[in-house]
């Protein structure tokens, strides 16, 4: 979708307003959109928050979606897969070079996760695209593992920032 004023509401809703009966809703809508992406995956694996932010919101809205999908498309689903080891400021407002620069070296797979990434199709899924930094840097993480090729997938894709 377009991350127009339908799609904002949706993705604030499942990701500030504690909506968690959203994201089956978002899945469904995703798994039509990326049939192709969801067909050539071994493992669904979606985009971590941090510890201290999952603390503060009590669910990743991107794993609730993805586990919905994972659930739908009958793939594994490995919420532990990757890792945010940095607590990043939040990306709202920051144009394409300082997301990049918020997010360089912020994930990686942990160690007794290198072996279920190996190898595998990953299909990575995050609630907005925006400029693609915070998916790039889990998709570097996740191909220095070892995965075999990573897609990614999101619910909504913003108007470009600083293109």
């Known amino acids: 979708m377009v991350y127009d004023d339908i799609a904002r509401r949706l993705a604030t809703g499942l990701k500030f307003s504690d909506r968690a009966e959203l994201a089956p809703f978002m899945a469904r809508l995703m798994a039509a959109a990326g049939r192709e992406l969801v067909a050539e995956a071994d493992m669904i694996v979606p985009a971590p928050l941090h510890r201290l932010r999952l603390q503060s919101r009590r669910y990743n809205q ?12 009958g793939l594994a689903f490995a919420p532990l897969a990757l890792e945010r080891r940095r607590n990043t400021p939040p990306q709202i407002g920051l144009g394409r070079k300082e997301r990049m620069h918020n997010v360089a070296g912020a994930f990686l797979v942990p160690p007794g996760e290198k072996a279920a990434v190996a190898g595998r199709r990953i299909l990575l899924v ?38």
């Not at 991107?62 to 498309?73: D, G």
């Open 62 to 73: 991107a794993a609730e979606i993805a586990r919905h999908l994972a659930v739908n498309a």
């Open 126 to 163: 995050d609630d907005i695209y925006t400029t693609g930094s915070t998916l790039s840097a889990c998709a570097r993480a996740l191909l220095r593992a070892g995965a075999a090729s990573v897609d990614a997938l999101t619910f909504a894709m913003a108007a470009p920032v600083d293109i």
